[in-house]
């Protein structure tokens, strides 16, 4: 027979693992993001390293004629990377916090501790840094449709 105890112990089992699926939901929206973030960025590196070989195969005579064409490029590639970049580090932060938030709850009701404040803290923080890494993605986009508009204009006129 089943104690009263261990009925008690079962259901707050119960209601904590109900309590964290939320936070894991929400980690693995921040693992599809970081996939993006980064598949985004190797883009970019591998642009950046072609345009540093195209650089170093030309000759010195046409080096010098598209050098500054070269140079606002590679400019324009690295503020994307480190935009990208701020925006993995940001989106890496939220997965932590949601981490943090889920082995909190857990451990506040193992150890008997009122961490609601505690809680709250940390999701306002993951989701100040979640919005963060959208804004980032947005000007990543922004910047990827004003090259791509630019370079249009330039065929056509």
Known sequence: ???PDTNNLVSTISSLIQLSVAPVFLL???AGLLNVFIGR?????????????FVNSQEKREK????????????F???????????????????????????????SELFSFNASTFVSILFILAMTSLIIAL???????????????????????
């Open 1 to 3: 027979m089943i104690s």
């Open 28 to 30: 693995a929206g921040v």
């Open 41 to 53: 960025l190797t883009r970019i590196i591998d642009k950046l390293e072609k345009l540093d070989s």
């Open 64 to 75: 010098e004629y598209s050098q500054e064409k070269i140079t606002k490029r590679r400019n």
């Open 77 to 107: 590639l690295v503020m994307r990377m480190q935009n990208t970049n701020l925006a993995i580090f940001f989106c890496t932060s939220t997965g932590l916090m949601v981490a943090l938030v889920i082995f909190t709850i857990f451990f």
């Open 135 to 157: 804004l980032l993605f947005l000007k990543e986009i922004y910047f990827t449709t004003s090259y791509i508009k630019t370079k249009k204009e330039n065929i056509f006129s």
